[in-house]
């Protein structure tokens, strides 16, 4: 990816995503706004780079739980990518040069009893659509099983309401883990 976007002397940055700019805003019939002026697509080329940036991106995060949220975003913008969405892919390769590995440690603990989920969810984070992000953890004791972050499916009315849409996924992933684990005889 460095190569590939003239980004091999970049500096790293500590996070692989930030919240776009407040002068970013979504008007009506959904086309972006900035500056004052609606942002284009992307040319053909661009576009195709961007979109085989944004799967690669996808394919590592599937081992990488700090880049859940950041393939999430690049992903979103993947069927109609327009200028400015190229800032997310650079951010990523920006934070990969400064983490190019990440490791989930399963260091000895003592047996733990049950699984614990955490979630979280940002309220109408996504600012095209006013959709919320949940993204939660599933552990055993004090090791990683699982994580996911996902854009929910309905328009939360509320922050509690998308909480709940939070827990209640986070609720599902647990249950899925505890039925795996039954399955395999622990």
Not at 29 to 53: L, N, W
Not at 116 to 123: E, F, I, K, P
Request: charged share 25%; proline share 4%; glycine share 8%.
């Amino acid at each position: 990816l460095e190569e590939e976007w003239g980004m091999t002397h970049c500096n790293p940055v500590p996070t692989p995503y930030v919240k776009p700019n407040a002068s970013l805003r979504c008007v009506e019939g959904g086309s972006e706004v900035k500056g004052g002026t609606e942002a284009k697509a992307m040319s053909p080329a661009d576009a195709t780079m961007y979109r085989r940036a944004a799967a690669r991106i996808n394919y590592i995060a599937l081992d990488r739980p700090d880049l859940s949220f950041a393939s999430r975003v690049a992903s979103s913008s993947m069927s109609n990518p327009k200028e400015g969405d190229d800032q997310v892919i650079k951010r990523i390769i920006r934070y990969l040069k400064g983490k190019p590995r990440v490791a989930i440690r399963y260091q000895f603990q003592m047996e733990s009893e049950g699984i614990t989920v955490y979630t979280d969810s940002d309220w109408a984070g996504d600012v095209e659509t006013r959709k919320s992000t949940s993204g939660g953890v599933v552990c055993r004791g004090s090791h990683t099983i699982s994580w996911w972050c996902k854009l929910q499916s309905n328009i939360a009315l509320s922050s509690c309401e998308a909480e709940l849409n939070a827990a209640l996924k986070g609720a599902v992933e647990g249950l899925n883990v505890q039925r795996l684990a039954a399955a395999l005889g622990d």
